[in-house]
């Protein structure tokens, strides 16, 4: 089914690379020789609209030879087994163009695949059973028609195993379904002439020696069959591109290569490129774009960060950059590789996604920031939240969006007719890869901390088995589920105005290091607020992760994490104390940003309005500071919730921003040396108009 083109948001620079990939030269020596072509690789963390991308990317080639293949879903198959379904694909007929035919694969193939056994003491005896077998492929080929009919229907019996023709496997005769107009006599010539060409025998000995290796259960064997094989597919690309010309490459989609399988056939594919291109200075016409979800199976060149991979963003992607990072001489294959990382949607996208439904505008906004415009989340917000509204209307239905019940994620066992909250159902897909069950309860301690290195260095993962200390950080950053740190300001509260806080503001920064995705990490700290006392519960981590900071000597974190803890009382002391001997405004706001965006273990109330529930909790946990310095306390508390967009509704209008700005404006009352910047601060809480 076609991708509706205004529902795929934020691969428009991934569109323009395709489509200069996808061209021809056609002047030139590239138009003779052809030009390198990258494995794009479109990298994103489950649920980032990888398929998607490659199904539009496959609705934007349908005019010309193209072919899909998903390795998660198919049985696993070998390089060789890959490059022959992807034959039968792009040898699809178009109007007008000549069809794409297979020679040398399917002569290949039919030594392979097909039972013979040839003698190479005797040449002769072979060549006739060669000859034979040709023939009878050329009589069991189904016609044109036949097989546009029947193509799909016979790939799914083959399949199960369930069809099998005499004396041909089905997998050939897929494969020689365009063959009645290729004269046998021909496809003998011209495979034959090519794998004597090949293997450095004479030509009939080649082919016994491929019919030996595809019979052979040895490794070595088994890997030369498939060399072999896959580089008839491609010369079978290359020469029908030499004789015809076309405006576009040939396209291959490839779904979850980082697979075992998906690897083996790009590896192959990438050796074979590099030899042809190192040999014979030619390059085949087929374009590969794949997608992953795993980084550390990518080939690539190495980058430092969590993902080790150097990535670019689709806005950056383009088939220039790729030329110009190769490096010369290239040192090893990489330069091959192409990964690039699709992005969150921003929130313009997130609201053009909901401007049709007539409840979702004003509920977008709160999809975005609860998200973070990770693709599958959005939608399924959208979904809970237009039920919800449609439902029952008001803010407390959306307060408790992550509560509604939704059915469980695909793959669940034994809970088909079960509905679970969407916030549980959300994490269980979004880490539905992770190898270990270890790692997953690893991770619901480690999301305390403000930076992943943090938990790590802290000590948290003392208690879990000496694989998952050894592989949490590497596996959480090869998924991809680290990301740069938010701005902390007043946009990220209700406010106005986004990153005009530097980290420079302040004579003890924030290191700045990657954090978990906001979106899992909100889920994951709801499983760790869920965890009854003992062990290690929201109590006993967030107190390691305090004393560890205040060891080290980084009070902005210490702070942070005893307002996670409800220690508002030393809170409120620090920022009354610091707001005198700052040297700027802006210091004093980093400041009080870095720590309010503290965590909260129970941050929203669905019956109590959050600008009723700040000045309540300010009294309750602080009454020393609400006596002495109530503006600063209620200021921390609003600040404190309003991390949390829960409790900014209505988004229009946040109600925190009132008593928000109203804080400011006191404290500037009360703090001359400051007065201005606090002013002009409580003036980014302002009613929107």
Excluded at 323 to 328: A, L, Q, T
Excluded at 446 to 464: N, P
Excluded at 514 to 527: D, F, G, K, S
Excluded at 647 to 660: A, F, G, M, Q
């Amino acid at each position: 089914m076609p991708v509706r083109r205004e529902r795929l948001m934020g691969v428009g620079g991934i569109e323009e690379l395709f489509h200069a990939c996808r061209t021809r030269p056609d002047t030139g020596e590239e138009q003779r020789r052809g030009r390198a072509l990258p494995v794009v690789v479109l990298l994103g963390p489950r649920g980032s609209g990888k398929t998607v991308t490659l199904n539009h990317l496959g609705y934007l080639a349908s005019r010309r030879p193209h072919a899909l293949y998903d390795f998660a879903s198919a049985a696993p198959r070998r390089p060789f087994e890959v490059a022959a379904r992807l034959a039968i694909g792009l040898s699809h007929g178009f109007p007008r163009q000549p069809r794409l035919r297979f020679p040398r694969l399917a002569l290949g193939l039919l030594v392979v695949r097909t039972g013979l056994s040839l003698d190479e003491a005797e040449p002769r005896r072979a060549r006739a059973a060669l000859r034979a077998a040709l023939r009878q492929a050329r009589e069991h080929a189904p016609s044109d028609e036949a097989a546009q009919r029947a193509g799909a229907a016979l790939t799914l019996l083959s399949d199960l195993n369930l069809v099998q023709l005499p004396g041909l496997s089905l997998l050939v005769s897929l494969v020689q379904r365009g063959l009645p107009r290729l004269p046998v006599d021909v496809m003998w010539r011209t495979g034959l002439a090519w794998y004597g060409d090949q293997a450095g025998y004479r030509r009939i000995d080649a082919l016994v020696a491929l019919n030996q290796l595809g019979a052979s259960e040895a490794t070595g064997d088994r890997r030369a069959a498939d060399r072999m094989l896959c580089a008839a597919f491609l010369e079978d690309l290359r020469a029908h591109y030499a004789r015809h010309g076309r405006d576009r490459e040939s396209v291959a989609l490839l779904d979850n290569a980082d697979s075992e399988q998906g690897r083996a056939f790009l590896d192959l594919l990438v050796e074979i490129r590099e030899e042809n291109a190192a040999e014979r200075g030619v390059f085949d016409p087929l374009l590969v774009v794949a997608t992953a979800a795993h980084a550390g199976r990518v080939p690539g060149p190495f980058a430092p960060g969590p993902a080790g991979l150097r990535t670019c963003g689709p806005e950056e992607a383009s088939y220039p950059a790729w030329r110009e990072r190769i490096p010369r001489p290239a040192p090893d294959t990489s330069w091959h590789w192409y990964p690039v990382r699709l992005r969150d949607l921003t929130a313009n996208e997130v609201a053009k996604l909901g401007a049709e439904i007539p409840q979702l505008p004003q509920i977008t906004p709160l999809v975005h920031r609860l998200s973070y415009g990770h693709p599958w989340s959005v939608a399924q917000l959208h979904t809970v939240a237009r039920r919800a509204v449609a439902r029952h209307g008001g803010e407390t239905e959306l307060r408790a969006v992550l509560d509604h019940p939704v059915p469980p994620p695909p793959g669940a066992e034994g809970e088909a007719d079960r509905e679970l909250p969407l916030a549980q159902v959300a994490l269980r897909y979004l880490l539905r890869d992770l190898s270990e069950d270890d790692q997953h309860a690893a991770l619901i301690v480690c999301s305390a901390a403000r930076e992943f290195d943090t938990a790590v260095d802290s000590g948290l993962l003392s208690g879990f088995v000496m694989r998952t200390q050894d592989t949490l950080l590497q596996e959480i950053g090869a998924r991809l589920w680290l990301v740069d740190p938010v701005p902390e300001d007043a946009g990220a509260h209700g406010g106005r105005g986004s990153g005009y806080l530097l980290p420079t503001a302040h004579p003890q920064p924030l290191p700045g290091r990657p954090v978990l995705h906001p979106w899992l990490r909100l889920l994951l700290l709801r499983e760790l607020a869920g965890r009854e006392a003992g062990g290690q519960d929201w109590t006993a981590v967030h107190t390691a992760l305090r004393d560890w900071h205040r060891t080290h000597d980084r009070p902005l974190d210490a702070y942070y994490h005893s307002l996670a803890l409800g220690d508002l009382e030393p809170v409120v002391a620090r920022l009354n104390t610091s707001l005198s001997t700052l040297p700027s405004t802006d210091e004093w706001l980093y400041e009080l940003y870095a720590i309010t965006a503290a965590p909260m273990r129970r941050p929203v109330d669905p019956d109590e309005p959050s600008s009723r529930r700040a000045p309540r909790l300010a009294q309750e946990l602080a009454p020393t500071a609400f006596h002495e310095h109530r503006a600063l306390s209620i200021l921390v508390t609003s600040l404190w919730l309003s991390a949390d967009p829960r409790n900014r509704l209505p988004t229009s209008s946040p109600e925190l921003n009132y008593t928000i700005r109203t804080m400011f404006r006191e404290l500037g009352v009360h703090s001359h040396a400051r007065a201005a910047g606090l002013i002009h601060e409580a003036a980014k809480y302002e009613a929107r108009l």
